[in-house]
């Protein structure tokens, strides 16, 4: 349609009058071909009357369209403009708690294109509100665990937030290492563990897609774990760098929604990020804590662990074990086969040592060639069985270089508390390296009493 003016009630406004001029021009003409007297229809009078009365309806037309369409359309306006102050007032705080569905969205009350327009734009503060929230759920998500260095403390609270953005009733977390999957998260799974082992866990893992598996009503569940029949069962890969970390397993008592996937992309972002960091921490605190030859601890970190140890066993009047080792006559296999050979001689006596004792048992280099193991629960006979089978267990060992078999033997010293009367950790200690001295002075690869 021709426009006038770049305002559009303008426009309306010339073409309603320019109408109702021509209705008034041409009404004489058709009150003639209807029959009326044309000497009262065709006088000036009538003509002008006729005229009046079609630009006073254009007029009334434009009050009404104002009033109709106007109000509508300036109430949309209003809300548009509102919309656009939260969207700054958001970019610049973060906070768009005030623009809420129920607040900027309009009414509508009518069945045309004008509903159509008010439709669509409370369409689209819903999308901006939905938008808004999950930008905050993973903004919260994200903030929540980068506080968390610790592996398993940081699986633990995702898993709980992924149930709750996700909606799911059920989930675990499994870690990828070297090849392996290790369950380290889960809720609401029975034999959790299970899913180390699960098709859909390593095919996710080898493509980086994620897995939907439905699980329709009248089908008997098979392989799945949950304490409920679910509908559905979301594996996805968390992976940083294209490097997969680990695997998300959700499970639904309802169907995903459609958006939920995209959002929990987001979400597993993340996670992806925070795994590693948590990954990171955790190899350097473990190159921190371990004698980089051996790969037992290290003195300054066993010590702690021995004082953690002996703490425990004070407030909880039980018994702790301690034995210190030696290789005999260590020297002598360095100057004969080097250094090399001597450092895999202690490397082999760590790993058969690590063989012997507990799980739960603490083995330190303590120094050279000297070794120390804290025995938690040992009372002093346990403590001696226990030194006397690592005894036997090295005397057994031979390093073989060239064509010859390299022999070691060990000298312990073996002490407890409560049996000692000591009243710190570095008293034991000493008491025990004193019975070691013992047992090399009178004659080596032997166990002695503190």
């Not at 509508?72 to 509102?82: F, I, N, Q, S």
């Not at 009372?379 to 390299?406: P, W």
């Not at 060990?410 to 049996?419: H, K, Q, R, Y």
């Amino acid at each position: 349609m021709l426009r006038f003016t770049r305002r559009v009630f303008v426009d309306l406004a010339i073409w309603m009058m320019g109408l109702g001029l021509l209705v008034g021009l041409i009404f004489p003409f058709f009150a003639l071909a209807m029959g009326l007297p044309g000497a009262d229809v065709l006088a000036p009078v009538f003509f002008l009357a006729c005229v009046a009365a079609g630009l006073a309806v254009g007029g009334v037309n434009i009050v009404l369209a104002r009033r109709v369409i106007g109000r509508r359309l300036h109430t949309l306006a209003d809300k548009m403009g509102a919309v656009e102050s939260e969207l700054r007032e958001m970019a610049r705080t973060g906070d768009m708690s005030r623009c809420t569905p129920e607040h900027c969205m309009v009414n509508v009350d009518s069945d045309d294109e004008l509903g159509d327009v008010a439709r669509a734009f409370n369409q689209l503060v819903e999308a901006l509100s939905h938008s808004h929230r999950a930008q905050d759920a993973v903004r919260s998500f994200v903030e929540v665990l980068a506080s968390r260095l610790e592996l398993d403390a940081l699986a633990d609270r995702a898993m709980r937030e992924l149930l709750l953005h996700t909606g799911s009733a059920a989930g675990a977390i499994i870690l990828t290492a070297d090849g392996e999957h290790r369950l380290i998260a889960s809720h609401g799974i029975r034999e959790a563990a299970r899913l180390e082992a699960s098709a859909h866990v390593r095919l996710a893992l080898k493509t980086g897609e994620s897995q939907l598996v439905s699980v329709p009503d009248d089908v008997a569940v098979e392989g799945v774990l949950t304490e409920f029949r679910p509908r559905e069962v979301l594996v996805a890969p968390v992976t940083y760098k294209s490097v997969p970390l680990a695997a998300i397993v959700l499970a639904g008592a309802l169907p995903y929604p459609g958006g939920m996937r995209a959002q929990l992309d987001l979400f597993l972002r993340g996670l992806a990020l925070a795994l590693n960091n948590a990954l990171s921490h955790d190899r350097l605190q473990r190159l921190a804590a371990l004698d980089a030859l051996t790969g037992v601890y290290n003195r300054r970190f066993g010590l702690g662990r021995l004082q953690e140890e002996f703490s425990r066993a004070v407030r909880a009047q039980t018994p702790i074990g301690v034995l210190m080792f030696d290789v005999d006559h260590f020297k002598s296999i360095n100057d004969t086969y080097g250094h090399v050979v001597g450092d895999r001689v202690l490397a082999r006596v760590a790993d058969r040592a690590r063989g012997v004792l507990r799980e739960g048992d603490v083995l330190m280099r303590y120094g050279g060639e000297e070794f120390l193991a804290v025995l938690p629960a040992a009372s002093l006979d346990n403590a001696v069985t226990l030194a006397e089978r690592l005894r036997r267990t090295i005397e057994e060992t031979a390093v073989s270089e060239g064509e010859q078999s390299i022999r070691v033997t060990v000298s312990i010293g073996v002490g407890a508390f409560p049996g000692l009367d000591v009243s710190a950790p570095d008293e034991l200690v000493a008491r025990v390296d004193a019975a070691l001295y013992r047992s090399k002075s009178s004659g080596r690869n032997r166990v002695t009493r503190a």
